[in-house]
């Protein structure tokens, strides 16, 4: 080989490096540039109508309006994420977080959830009876499920509650006005005791505890129809919104 044709490879090979130094470089810097912008809006105040208040595992507050979207406040910098960001929903009526520190945000419309970057919307799936499960990190829900959903950090199942002879226990006909339009088992409150046992209060067919194994219904008439007759759809509705357990055990 001659020493033109020694040059000749050479500056080949230098130009191939140089080539392929150079691609990397740009494609460095293109990655760089697909950085998620930041989403929400700064805002000096909250509106007047906060339903939900919620502080996460790292110490800072969110707050759910109705119908303005929610709010969450780091230090003293106050944010509002809306429909805009992805919020399914701004009519907030839960919110929860998982051990991942993922938010869950629960509305009329569905359940967004908020990885600290952008907002999703959970798919539900119509689940048989033996998807009921009672795992410690699972998440339960009641807003915009015809009965209740489960979540257990992958999939969504919706789950139907026991069916009872309502007609016969509180007197109510579900086929007539205000019962006819609505879900008597829909899941207004879902709270959770000592024990581990997760509590449902519905619209107008009472309480239900889960215990894992098997489902027990509270069947009292005062958490279905108040003493002057009037039901759901009446200001003075007495659904089942909250179950507390107090230091000796009792249920409120």
């Given amino acids: ?10 500056l080949i090979f230098v130009s191939s490096i140089f080539l392929s130094c150079n691609g990397q470089v740009k494609s460095g810097h293109k990655q760089t540039e697909t950085k998620t912008p930041e989403i929400g809006k700064t805002v ?6 906060i339903w939900r208040i919620f502080q996460d595992s790292k110490g800072k507050y969110w707050f759910g309006s109705n119908g303005k979207g929610i709010y969450y406040l780091d230090g003293n ?18 919110i929860q977080e998982d051990i991942n520190g993922n938010i869950y945000i629960e509305t009329p419309d569905g359940i967004s959830k908020f990885d600290g970057k952008q907002f999703t919307t959970l798919k539900a799936i ?13 998440l339960w829900f009641g807003y915009n499920a015809n009965d209740l959903y489960r979540y257990n950090g992958d999939s969504l199942f919706e789950l139907k509650l026991p069916r009872k002879d309502l007609k016969k226990a509180f007197g109510i006909d579900t086929l007539i006005s205000p019962f006819d339009s609505n879900n008597p088992y829909e899941v207004y409150g879902v709270d959770k005791d000592k024990e581990g046992n997760i509590w449902f209060g519905t619209f ?10 098997s489902i027990l219904w509270i069947g009292e008439k005062e958490l279905s129809i108040i ?5 759901p759809g009446i200001p003075s509705a007495p659904a089942v919104r909250s179950i507390i357990q107090d230091k000796e055990g009792y249920f409120g």
């Avoid at 080989?1 to 050479?10: E, H, P, Q, R």
């Avoid at 000096?44 to 109508?49: N, V």
């Fill in 126 to 138: 119509k689940s048989s009876y033996n998807k009921w499960k009672l795992n410690p990190t699972d």
């Fill in 204 to 213: 107008v067919a009472g309480a239900f505890r889960y215990d894992g194994k």
């Fill in 227 to 231: 003493p002057d007759g009037m039901g």
């Fill in 1 to 10: 080989m001659t020493i033109n044709s020694i040059k000749i490879v050479l």
């Fill in 44 to 49: 000096s105040e909250l509106d007047d109508q």
């Fill in 77 to 94: 910098k106050l944010k509002l994420f809306t429909i805009i960001d992805g919020l399914v929903s701004n009519t907030i009526r839960g």
